[in-house]
């Protein structure tokens, strides 16, 4: 069983930067890409950014330009350094690893914004 861990939410003023990490306990390689999500009060869980195993990058048109998704695979870890931060941005941040049979999902992390 692999454990996903979320770090580095909190509060912040808009404008303002965050760095959120997901830590693996096995050994990154293994997903195909690892996915970051957010879920707002009241909302579906949505789709943030994507790194592959190769290193392509993916992002949702909300987060483009300001959200850069990053891993280290020495520390089995991803970032997801969010900057220009705005109040829509609240939610709690998700990441999943994927692999060709199952995907794991962290517990989460709070990231709110305020105006």
């Known amino acids: 069983q692999v454990r996903m861990v979320e770090s580095g939410g909190g509060l912040v003023q808009a404008g303002g930067s965050l760095r959120l990490s997901c830590v693996a306990s096995g050994n990154i390689l293994i997903f195909n890409d690892i996915d970051w999500y957010r879920q707002a009060p009241g909302r579906q869980r949505e789709f943030v950014a994507l790194i592959t195993k190769s290193g392509s990058t993916n992002y949702a048109d909300s987060v483009k330009g300001r959200f850069t998704i990053s891993r280290d695979n020495a520390k089995n870890t991803v970032f997801l350094q969010m900057n220009s931060l705005k109040p829509e941005d609240t939610a709690v941040y998700y990441c999943?690893?994927?692999?060709?049979?199952?995907?794991?999902w962290g517990q989460g992390t709070q990231v709110t914004v305020s105006s």
């Open positions: 999943k690893g994927t692999t060709p049979y199952v995907a794991y």
